[in-house]
């Protein structure tokens, strides 16, 4: 499976298209994401963004609840809502028409245009593509029990990413479960599926249905 951003992204639906661009595969991007946010935040156009607080800008179309927290440094893009008791502990670049809801927690992430992770959701240390879609209940797990260092498993290849936490990298128009556990270092290909209730480990090929462990089909 080719696991290069530009195989897993549409970078056009993303204020981070360019910063992506410079990465051959997506992790190699997690560690900048603070800086790309404090770079990009005081460049936004002041009539559409506000920065409601230090380093947390904020478009002015977007909905963002009273019991939400935002921390510093991140941006929520145009017509996104930010439900009820939402966390976003920070560095997190949020784009366009996305749904982070009711006690879902963000921490080092990007999230595409159009994604959607609506209920009780864990993202952190993670990419999620265009128009992804987080089931309830499902969570990125970023750090590995025995804490050594992530190794993406890519059938019988392994990568070395050199990071101790490192969630999962959704393509785009992912569709994960509810309920759902992407361990540490797991790539999801563009446009498959994660039944409910899987632990996924390692890279997901595109166009495919995931039914559990070993057993993952075709899309027609």
């Not at 409601?52 to 009273?66: D, E, G, I, M």
């Not at 966390?87 to 949020?94: K, M, P, Q």
């Not at 029990?145 to 992530?150: A, P, Q, R």
């Not at 563009?190 to 166009?207: E, N, T």
Request: aromatic letters at 6%; charged letters at 20%; a negative charge.
């Amino acid at each position: 499976m080719d696991l290069t951003i530009t195989a897993l992204l549409d970078l056009s639906h993303t204020l981070a298209g360019d910063y992506l661009a410079q990465f051959q595969y997506p992790w190699e991007a997690l560690d900048g994401i603070k800086e790309l946010i404090l770079r990009l935040g005081p460049a936004l156009d002041p009539a559409e963004y506000e920065e409601r607080s230090p380093h947390v800008w904020v478009h002015k179309t977007a909905s963002v609840a009273p019991t939400a927290f935002l921390g510093a440094p991140c941006v929520i893009g145009p017509e996104t809502e930010v439900r009820h008791c939402a966390f976003i502990r920070g560095s997190a670049l949020v784009g366009a028409g996305c749904v982070v809801g009711n006690s879902v927690e963000l921490k080092n992430v990007i999230l595409f245009d159009g994604v959607q992770t609506p209920h009780y959701n864990y993202v952190g240390d993670s990419i999620l593509g265009f128009k992804s879609h987080m089931g309830a209940g499902s969570i990125t797990s970023n750090v590995k029990s025995d804490k050594t260092l992530v190794v993406v498993r890519n059938g019988e290849e392994r990568l070395e990413t050199g990071r101790k936490k490192f969630g999962a990298i959704l393509g785009d128009h992912v569709e994960v479960g509810c309920n759902s556990v992407l361990n540490p270092g797991t790539i999801i290909g563009r446009a498959s599926r994660v039944y409910p209730l899987s632990s996924v480990r390692g890279a997901v090929p595109p166009d495919s249905i995931f039914k559990g462990p070993g057993t993952v089909v075709h899309q027609d």
